[in-house]
């Protein structure tokens, strides 16, 4: 199978948006969060990811069909202050092409793009992400990674933490 990541370009800003809605609708299992007046869940941080530097927005595609997001910030709260740390805001492969590898080769490309100190956040209560993400960066950095309770907005939840960076010879 063919696993690529695609920068999103500001044109494709709607699809984008539309699978944005795929995912909060399976995330609202655990976020609680309720369709607007409009019928969305709705996604506000969506423009920033063509006004500010430090977001970067990409598809996912298996053997060139969409099947995925991913959303890099440097948005971080264990890392707060670190404005070169990065951060998965979000990771969304759609229900048929989980379990594949899928996941897995992209986190590693995108964690690859971008040397330097991770935050990797979980939904409280998703303890398929919870594994997912320990497995993947456990085997990525060969067990040198911390896990924090960290606050944000929506509450508390697990983080992450762990640097990928390249080592000098």
């Given at each position: 199978m063919k696993i690529e990541l695609v920068a999103v370009k500001e044109s494709q800003k709607s699809v984008l948006r539309q699978m944005i809605e795929l995912y909060e609708y399976d995330m609202s299992v655990y976020t609680n969060e309720e369709l607007n007046e409009y019928g969305y869940y709705g996604y506000s941080y969506l423009d920033y990811y063509w006004n500010e530097s430090n977001r970067f927005?990409?598809?996912i595609r298996c053997n060139n069909a969409l099947?995925?997001?991913?959303?890099?910030?440097?948005?971080?709260?264990?890392l707060r202050g670190d404005r070169e740390a990065k951060s998965i805001a979000e990771f969304f492969i759609m229900k048929k092409y989980r379990r594949l590898g899928i996941g897995k080769d992209i986190a590693i490309q995108v964690f690859s793009l971008f040397p330097g100190k991770w935050e990797v956040d979980q939904i409280p209560g998703n303890v398929v992400s919870y594994d997912f993400w320990e497995n993947v960066i456990d085997e990525?950095?060969?067990?040198?990674?911390?896990?924090?309770?960290?606050?944000?907005?929506?509450?508390?939840?697990?983080?992450?933490?762990?640097?990928?960076e390249v080592k000098q010879a």
């Open positions: 927005a990409y598809f099947c995925g997001f991913v959303l890099v910030n440097d948005y971080c709260y264990a990525y950095t060969n067990g040198s990674y911390e896990k924090s309770i960290i606050d944000t907005e929506d509450g508390k939840k697990q983080a992450i933490i762990f640097c990928n």
